[in-house]
């Protein structure tokens, strides 16, 4: 497990378990109290075996299991403990528990229980606000696909970062020549790093052997420019801890670290200023202009058992004072493991906000300060889902989770996919504009959709990433519009449509539209072209009497029977359009020309440009 981040809350569930310690339990209490959880399960289940039925001892094997992480062995035991009345937090930790083995049902009867313990928790007014939440949650839209990375080994790996340089950095207990922490005895934490290849394939790990101590090392959050490194470590190593007598330990904490590049190595390694014996500060995040740095801590003034916090990093290697994020973010449990973006998105983990189980990875948007939002599955699981990182560069997301029951870390391939959204305007007032028909075509000017807008102009279009796609706006008393969409590579995209009020000339013998332009050897109505129409069928609408003539015309490339077979048929093409847009049949004639009436005279020297003009339609008001 993440031991040295739990470690930030095990004072606190130490302390509140000792009232009913005896002789019987003094050898598995001191073990418990040293954060030796494995050994100290092992000698209160000895006293179970021997017919201790005693609910202190549950309560210990309960809160044992908790912190190593053994759901199944928790639930079984916070089972027994529940059957006398507890207090709050044991509820939610029986929840907790409960949802990691699946068991939502019985996992809400424990967090209703929770939510009436204490009624003003953060975490209680979420459940009773939505405690039917778990449909929504796992019927949410899969926005990643996850694999497990092959460079993970035997022991805990976690906390992976890539690096602008395909550097990725993490965190392991693989080295098995160091010693093992008694909880769950596994060796010490160090930083590796590996080389993320073209192929998405990882090299072979590396230990950072220059900033590896013999206690826990990591994890870490490179700069942007590659050249300074923020990171955890063992407060040991500062010789910064408290001394327990009668335990024979020393406790200590988790401290910020800062170490900068020299040459192919990390060194210069200066603890942060706002380190403290008497809290942890840990999993550092640093924004892409280096001027923030986001940690988890319980220092005071933590809404919970550990909060999100942020300090500023000034010009001149000197800080500012560490800022809460707030109970927006920080509930009374446990947010841990921030990472942000570089366009500004927080990922954190937490057991606090609503979620699968464990802990769970949440995201929030600092720019828009929009509500937090659980990444749902895969990310998350049943079991503890953490440590999320995003590079924007290289699109690509990683994360930590004990769902196989060892901490491993996942490649988090984004489900690519964008969100645009169409505003319609008018092109002069910029007035909203409802009830505008949009259509979305592809590529090939194939319509994919169509769609009418809202009361607010707005309808969004979601759409494949890395693909470019246009889409036509049009609304009655307006000309059409076409409007790209650019290809990108995920996200929300806004397409602004402006549309222009119809302004058509109409004389005394004729409606001037624009040229109503036709592919060479071809009679079908263009794109191009039906916004040019719908324009006349606007006019023939506002003006009921009146009735038009088209006259279709070709280039003079081809014999003149075949000319005039052409137009004629561009002519009747023509009108079908208009019919088809709701305009009475008796109002609209059409007849070809061919190449009889040609607007540029050019014989047989012709531009490519001459012939497209002489490629037209004409419309003639035969009544008003």
């Known amino acids: 497990m993440k031991r040295l981040y739990i470690l930030l809350s095990c004072v606190l569930v130490s302390t509140t378990t000792l009232n009913a310690q005896n002789k019987k339990t003094e050898s598995a209490d001191k073990l418990f109290q040293q954060f030796e959880y494995v050994d100290a399960a092992k000698e209160y289940l000895k006293l179970v075996d021997k017919g201790q039925k005693d609910p202190y001892i549950y309560k210990q094997l309960a809160d044992a299991y908790y912190n190593m992480y053994n759901p199944e062995e928790a639930a079984k035991w916070y089972a027994m403990v529940v059957k006398s009345p507890q207090e709050a937090e044991t509820y939610f930790r029986y929840a907790q528990m409960l949802k990691a083995t699946g068991k939502y049902e019985e996992a809400n009867k424990q967090m209703a229980a929770f939510a009436k313990k204490a009624p003003s928790d953060h975490r209680a007014k979420d459940f009773n606000q939505n405690p039917n939440y778990l449909p929504k949650l796992l019927n949410k839209q899969k926005a990643f696909n996850v694999k497990a990375l092959e460079i993970n080994s035997e022991g805990s790996d976690f906390g992976a970062m890539l690096t602008n340089d395909n ?13 093992t922490d008694g909880w769950n005895d596994e060796p010490y934490l160090d930083i590796y790093k590996s080389t993320w290849n073209e192929d998405k394939t990882f090299s072979k790990p590396e ?3 220059e900033l590896n101590t013999k206690w826990h090392d990591g994890p870490a959050t490179i700069s942007n420019d590659g050249n300074t490194m923020y990171f955890s470590r063992d407060s040991h190593g500062e010789k910064e801890y408290e001394k327990d007598k009668k335990l024979n330990t020393k406790f200590g904490q988790v401290f910020l670290y800062k170490a900068t590049k020299e040459g192919n190595t990390w060194g210069n390694v200066k603890s942060l200023p706002f380190n403290n014996k008497d809290y942890s500060n840990s999993s550092p995040s640093l924004s892409k202009d280096g001027k923030t740095l986001y940690f988890s801590s319980n220092m005071p003034g933590s809404v919970g058992e550990t909060d999100i916090w942020k300090v500023a990093v000034n010009s001149d290697g000197t800080y500012g004072k560490p800022e809460n994020m707030g109970t927006k973010i920080n509930t009374e449990g446990k947010e841990q493991f921030p990472q942000i973006t570089d366009d500004n998105v927080l990922y954190f983990s937490s057991n606090g906000h609503i979620g699968l189980g464990g802990l769970d990875v949440y995201m929030v948007d600092l720019k828009t300060n929009n509500q937090i939002e659980n990444v749902g599955k895969p990310v998350n699981s049943e079991k503890d889902d953490f440590a999320f990182s995003f590079n924007v560069t290289k699109n690509a997301g990683f994360f930590s ?18 969100e645009a959204m169409i505003v319609v305007t008018d092109a002069k007032t910029g007035a909203l504009l409802s009830n505008a ?6 590529a090939k000017k194939n319509v994919l ?48 449509a402006a549309l222009n009020p119809i302004d058509v000339i109409v004389t005394e013998k004729e409606v001037i539209l624009k040229e109503i332009f036709f592919e060479f050897n071809k009679a079908n109505i263009t794109a191009e072209g039906a916004f040019e129409l719908d324009k006349l069928v606007q006019v023939m609408k506002a003006n009921e009497n009146l009735v038009i003539m088209a006259k279709a015309h070709t280039d003079n490339r081809g014999t ?18 208009v019919i088809s847009k709701g305009i009475d049949k008796a109002r609209i004639t059409g007849k070809g020309y061919g190449e009889s009436e040609p607007k540029v005279d050019c014989k047989e020297a012709c531009t490519e440009e001459e012939h497209a003009m002489n490629r037209r339609s004409e419309f003639l008001i035969v009544k008003k």
Do not use: H
């Open 167 to 179: 550097t990725l950095y993490f965190t392991s207990s693989r080295n098995k020549s160091k010693r």
């Open 207 to 209: 230990e950072v052997a």
């Open 401 to 418: 989770s004990n769902r196989t029951g060892v901490d491993n870390m996942y490649w988090a391939n984004p489900v690519c996919g964008v």
């Open 437 to 442: 028909r949009v259509a979305i075509l592809d």
């Open 449 to 496: 959709e169509t769609q009418t807008t809202s009361a607010n102009g707005e309808i969004m279009f979601p759409v494949d990433c890395m693909i470019p796609y246009s889409i036509q706006a049009a609304k009655d008393g307006y000309e059409s519009g076409v409007f790209s969409i650019a290809a990108t590579n995920g996200g929300k995209l806004k397409v602004s």
């Open 560 to 577: 003149d029977k075949y000319n005039m077979d052409l137009s004629d048929r561009r002519a009747k093409a023509t009108v079908q359009y």
